[in-house]
């Protein structure tokens, strides 16, 4: 204080002058602060209907914490939707009472022509469309096939293909044909729609069929790591495949790399055809890497589907 006070005195009367009126405009702004509260509510119209109400029942428990022995907890944001709703005091919580349960869908087989509400409930579909699923069957609908199922509003593709390798629809004449599937265009659901293949299995095939640059034949399924030849042999039936799908290999502008990359093809026969490429010029034809060996005719077999020019 004594250094302030001789500050002061070793200023001009204008400088301590204004020290002071700067000293007192701090004081005010220090008592006005701490007056707000008392004067002023705070203002929750600018915050959700719910947030104002659960901060409202937040400050009644506050004021109440002195009358109670323990603490309470409060479980449940829902609570604070209701004005008139009161903490007690001396019950103890119960999480399990406050929250609602959680039904999972539980995927079985199932006809969509003779299943109950309660059941296509339990599957995952929506009490809206289990309900008219069930008016559509009193009023004399029928579902002839699995596709049919979409016609129902409500029902979106994605949900149907979560849903399609559990129905079952007894005489349907059209079901084995919907099963068919594109094997280069089949994403993981599609596969997983068939008998013994998972998730697993679903992306592995997936990522092999990337890696060749799609599939000329339903018999290189048997090339995927770890698949069962009983479950080829289970879904080759329901198989096919679109050649044009196939991605190929430009032999005059791919690198070393990029050929290695083919499961077909290893980096020693890469380099081969790259030094060929590179003494010949311009390849006119894929018959020609037989000719100067640098592919052996077992590799160039399995090679030519993906080899452009062919």
Aim: contains cysteine; charged residues 25%.
């Amino acid at each position: 204080m004594k250094r302030f006070f001789s500050s002061l005195l070793a200023m001009s009367k204008s400088q301590r002058n204004g020290a002071m009126v700067l000293l007192f405009i701090i004081i005010v702004l220090m008592i006005f602060r701490f007056l707000i509260p008392a004067f002023f509510e705070p203002d929750y119209s600018r915050y959700s209907q719910e947030y104002r109400e659960l901060v409202m029942m937040m400050e009644d428990l506050e004021s109440d914490t002195a009358e109670v022995a323990e603490p309470i907890k409060v479980n449940h944001v829902v609570e604070a939707k209701n004005p008139s709703y009161s903490v007690p005091k001396s019950k103890p919580d119960s999480k399990n009472e406050t929250q609602p349960a959680i039904i999972k869908p539980e995927l079985t087989k199932f006809d969509p022509n003779t299943a109950s509400f309660t059941e296509l409930i339990s599957l995952g579909f929506s009490s809206k469309v289990a309900g008219t699923i069930v008016k559509y069957r009193e009023k004399g609908g029928r579902f002839y096939k699995t596709s049919d199922l979409l016609k129902v509003y409500g029902i979106d593709t994605i949900f149907y293909k979560t849903v399609f390798p559990y129905i079952v629809i007894p005489g349907s004449k059209n079901q084995t044909i919907e099963k068919a599937i594109e094997i280069n265009s089949a994403d993981t659901a599609q596969w997983m729609s068939l008998k013994g293949i998972g998730p697993v299995y679903a992306k592995r095939i997936c990522n092999y069929r990337n890696l060749l640059g799609g599939f000329v034949s339903v018999e290189q399924l048997k090339e995927v790591y770890g698949f069962p030849e009983e479950t080829f042999l289970a879904c080759k039936d329901f198989l096919f495949v679109d050649p044009a799908l196939v991605r190929k290999i430009d032999l005059n502008f791919s690198d070393v790399e990029e050929l290695a990359k083919h499961p077909y093809c290893d980096f020693n026969t890469a380099r081969k055809i790259v030094n060929y490429r590179s003494e010949k010029g311009i390849i006119n034809t894929s018959k020609a890497l037989l000719t100067c060996s640098a592919i052996d005719s077992a590799t160039y077999v399995k090679l030519k589907p993906y080899l452009s020019p062919d």
